[in-house]
């Protein structure tokens, strides 16, 4: 297998192809690395991950990008620890992952928030993002950086780093000055050293590199991560462009990770699952071509949202296919799952932990300093914290901590409901020792995570799901689907089994005149899948789940469900919410051919989009599908013929035509027979408050490891 077989990198050989990239993970200890860097990156290495690029430090005091990032003058003990972490838990005759430090000046894209100094870049370009003009660096600035870029390769080195992963993408000073969009000087700085003058400007990246290069000698690895298209043809890189800018600085590198985008397309370097996994092939096999043609030796890596492990072989010229690529970033992947390497290598690859692109806790670059995680793996970045539950079952070879038993003897559980969080604690329950039945009183397993995943770009929601009933199944867990539980049972089967609930949610209240709240009929039952109007209206009323209901189960081959389910006519679709739900349900309608109108209360529609990066995405979409967007409104009522909407600051009504309304507010936790029961039972996921994936599997993690008795 490609994937698995060693990597050469200048004169330090990397035990397999597979790249743990840098990235933001708000880690950190004030600007330092911290136990907690440490701990994350051993676990990588644990997994089997050849390379492992640590998170990028500020070559300057001038950057200061986000709070938490890290200063390359505070960062040596990190390092040493980390590598040192590396190697002790590398596996079979001590070949441990290359472990390189990341290094960077974010320039105009940082921040002088925390510095409250002004930013330095080429030009005096406002950033798009921030808006705030920087300082023009001056000649004693520009050779500051170059010197702190060189004296941070140097303590790298002497910290045990195998070499150094310099940033020349996006949110990057060196690739500010390599553009048009960000370089607009008159001096030496919009020109190149030697035989380059061809209107590139590369002298600011040759001069870094070569300080670097000088740094660390001949032996240590250089590597780059390099922006081959900015996405912003009038003035930015394209990628004919960027094959000419790789093949010039392959003179002096080992190895070059292609990526995209630019300060008008941040979103475009790590995008959600909107976009197609492996978007990038096609401009990293033409760099390769374009590196290979004047610096074989050079490793050309490849990036964007390879999260599977068939995709990372076939870049690599696996299943004899021509190769595109030389190794394979895979860092939301090895995310989601550190032991991908080691299931791979074991043979397992089809029980590595699905990455869903959703960027939802692994994207931490925003103003709550969130520390990096995943919905799907909350053990993610909190290493220290938390236990690993199912720790030496999963390959059958000791891949972490603990000793994936019980702490105490093994105990008959019953789980009911088949989200993920009942799937997780179902799933941990069974993997440290307990005999587990679970039931759900749908037909399906998956919950609200498969019903969301009919939404339009969202499919990869599903895998989640498929995954924890996959690892139940493996397991040996009973599973009953179509089965009620009565609260006379529950109370029952509780005097010789643990019980977990982990119901779900239901619809919340409606608080628009002309339908009856759901506690007296006006809106249908979870999982119903069922309609309702009332009063004089004529407005058929969905909720969101209800409707993506009947899509999810429509069989192949018929008149999808959501078409069938809604009258002819417009659609209104109500977003109180602001997060990812409405935008898919607006979209999915109109690639119906439908007539949707997208309400919110916001000046934005899909606020919440911005912590994930889909924000301007979300909108351009909703735009080129023709959705109608009407923001600073509140939904007031039905009438006979449409809805009223009431403008937020101006009081000022409206009527919007329409034949049904999707409503996607708020839910409410299904806790009825928690209630019942004698509110005694532990809950889990949206039983407790209706959140996300995340909170759902977390809690059904913790709720398994709470039936371990007290030191589980």
């Given at each position: 297998m490609k994937l698995l077989e060693p990597l050469r990198l200048g004169n330090r050989t990397a035990p397999n192809r597979i790249v743990f990239g840098a990235?933001?993970?708000?880690?950190?200890?004030?600007?330092?690395?911290?136990?907690?860097?440490?701990?994350?990156?051993?676990?990588?290495?644990?997994?089997?991950?050849g390379v492992i690029v640590v998170e990028d430090a500020s070559v300057h005091p001038s950057d200061w990008p986000y709070e938490r990032a890290?200063?390359?003058?505070?960062?040596?003990?990190?390092?040493?620890?980390?590598?040192?972490?590396?190697?002790?838990?590398?596996?079979?005759?001590?070949?441990?992952?290359?472990?390189?430090?990341?290094?960077?000046?974010?320039?105009?894209?940082?921040?002088?928030?925390?510095?409250?100094?002004?930013?330095?870049?080429?030009?005096?370009?406002?950033?798009?993002?921030?808006?705030?003009?920087?300082?023009?660096?001056?000649p004693d600035e520009i050779a500051a950086v170059i010197a702190g870029?060189?004296?941070?390769?140097?303590?790298?080195?002497?910290?045990?780093?195998?070499?150094?992963?310099?940033?020349?993408?996006?949110?990057?000073?060196?690739?500010?000055?390599?553009?048009g969009l960000t370089n607009q000087r008159s001096d030496e700085w919009t020109g190149s050293d030697g035989g380059h003058d061809d209107g590139l400007r590369l002298r600011f990246a040759q001069r870094v590199l070569a300080a670097v290069r000088d740094a660390i000698g001949p032996d240590a690895v250089l590597a780059i991560r390099l922006s081959c298209d900015e996405l912003a043809p009038w003035a930015g890189i394209v990628a004919d462009v960027g094959a000419l800018v790789a093949a010039a600085l392959a003179e002096t590198v080992d190895a070059i990770t292609v990526v995209r985008g630019s300060i008008f397309s941040t979103g475009a370097?790590?995008?959600?699952?909107?976009?197609?996994?492996?978007?990038?092939?096609?401009?990293?096999?033409?760099?390769?071509?374009?590196?290979?043609?004047?610096?074989?030796?050079?490793?050309?890596?490849?990036?964007?949202?390879?999260?599977?492990?068939?995709?990372?072989?076939?870049?690599?010229?696996?299943f004899d296919d021509p190769a595109r690529a030389d190794a394979v970033e895979m860092t939301r992947?090895?995310?989601?799952?550190?032991?991908?390497?080691?299931?791979?290598?074991?043979?397992?690859?089809?029980?590595?932990?699905?990455?869903?692109?959703?960027?939802?806790?692994?994207?931490?670059?925003?103003?709550?300093?969130?520390?990096?995680?995943?919905?799907?793996?909350?053990?993610s970045g909190h290493e220290l914290d938390d236990p690993d539950p199912c720790a030496g079952v999963d390959i059958g070879v000791d891949i972490g901590e603990g000793t994936g038993r019980t702490a105490g003897a093994p105990r008959d559980v019953l789980v009911v409901g088949a989200g993920v969080a009942g799937l997780e604690c179902a799933r941990v329950a069974a993997a440290r020792g307990h005999r587990v039945r679970l039931v759900e009183r749908s037909s399906g397993l998956g919950g609200s995570v498969r019903t969301a995943a009919a939404g339009s770009g969202r499919s990869r929601l599903a895998l989640i799901a498929d995954w924890l009933e996959a690892e139940?199944?493996?397991?040996?867990?009973?599973?009953?689907?179509?089965?009620?539980?009565?609260?006379?049972?529950?109370?029952?089967?509780?005097?010789?089994?643990?019980?977990?609930?982990?119901?779900?949610?239901?619809?919340?209240?409606?608080?628009?005149?002309?339908?009856?709240?759901?506690?007296?009929?006006?809106?249908?039952?979870?999982?119903?899948?069922?309609?309702?109007?009332?009063?004089?209206?004529?407005?058929?009323?969905?909720?969101?789940?209800?409707?993506?209901?009947?899509?999810?189960?429509?069989?192949?081959?018929?008149?999808?469900?959501?078409?069938?389910?809604?009258?002819?006519?417009?659609?209104?679709?109500?977003?109180?919410?602001?997060?990812?739900?409405?935008?898919?349900?607006?979209?999915?309608?109109?690639?119906?051919?439908?007539?949707v109108t997208l309400v919110c209360p916001d000046f934005t529609v899909g606020t919440q989009l911005s912590l994930?990066?889909?924000?301007?995405?979300?909108?351009?979409?909703?735009?080129?599908?023709?959705?109608?967007?009407?923001?600073?409104?509140?939904?007031?009522s039905l009438g006979t013929t449409g809805v009223v909407v009431e403008e937020r600051y101006t009081g000022l009504t409206t009527v919007i035509a329409c034949a049904a309304l999707v409503d996607c507010g708020t839910l409410l936790p299904d806790d009825a027979l928690w209630r019942a029961t004698g509110e005694r039972h532990p809950r889990a996921?949206?039983?407790?408050?209706?959140?996300?994936?995340?909170?759902?599997?977390?809690?059904?993690?913790?709720?398994?490891?709470?039936?371990?008795?007290?030191?589980?």
């Open positions: 990235h933001e993970t708000n880690l950190g200890r004030r600007r330092a690395l911290s136990e907690r860097h440490v701990a994350y990156y051993e676990r990588r290495a644990l997994g089997g991950a890290p200063l390359a003058s505070a960062c040596a003990p990190g390092w040493r620890t980390i590598v040192d972490a590396c190697a002790a838990a590398a596996r079979g005759e001590g070949v441990r992952p290359l472990v390189l430090a990341g290094l960077n000046h974010a320039g105009s894209q940082g921040s002088s928030a925390f510095s409250q100094l002004p930013m330095w870049a080429p030009s005096r370009v406002p950033d798009v993002a921030t808006r705030e003009v920087p300082q023009a660096m001056e870029f060189a004296e941070a390769a140097r303590g790298a080195l002497a910290a045990g780093c195998d070499g150094v992963d310099v940033n020349v993408g996006q949110f990057s000073l060196i690739r500010q000055f390599l553009s370097t790590r995008p959600d699952g909107h976009t197609e996994p492996g978007f990038n092939l096609g401009l990293v096999a033409q760099i390769r071509e374009a590196v290979t043609a004047v610096r074989p030796g050079v490793a050309v890596v490849a990036q964007g949202s390879i999260v599977e492990w068939g995709q990372a072989e076939w870049a690599l010229g696996g992947a090895q995310i989601a799952d550190p032991d991908l390497g080691a299931k791979v290598a074991a043979g397992h690859a089809d029980r590595v932990r699905p990455c869903l692109l959703c960027n939802q806790k692994c994207q931490v670059r925003d103003g709550r300093n969130p520390i990096v995680s995943c919905v799907g793996e909350p053990r139940c199944r493996r397991l040996g867990v009973t599973i009953e689907t179509s089965s009620e539980i009565e609260p006379g049972l529950v109370e029952r089967i509780a005097g010789d089994h643990a019980v977990v609930l982990c119901t779900g949610a239901r619809p919340g209240l409606r608080p628009y005149a002309g339908t009856s709240p759901p506690s007296t009929g006006g809106a249908p039952a979870r999982g119903s899948g069922g309609a309702s109007s009332s009063g004089s209206s004529g407005v058929v009323v969905w909720s969101a789940s209800d409707l993506l209901a009947t899509e999810r189960r429509s069989p192949t081959g018929t008149v999808r469900g959501l078409d069938a389910a809604l009258p002819e006519g417009p659609v209104v679709v109500w977003d109180p919410v602001g997060g990812p739900v409405a935008v898919s349900i607006a979209e999915l309608l109109a690639s119906r051919g439908r007539q994930t990066g889909d924000l301007a995405p979300a909108n351009t979409r909703l735009l080129q599908a023709g959705v109608a967007l009407v923001k600073r409104s509140v939904l007031r996921g949206d039983a407790v408050a209706p959140r996300t994936i995340h909170e759902a599997i977390l809690e059904g993690r913790r709720a398994a490891l709470a039936l371990d008795g007290p030191g589980a």
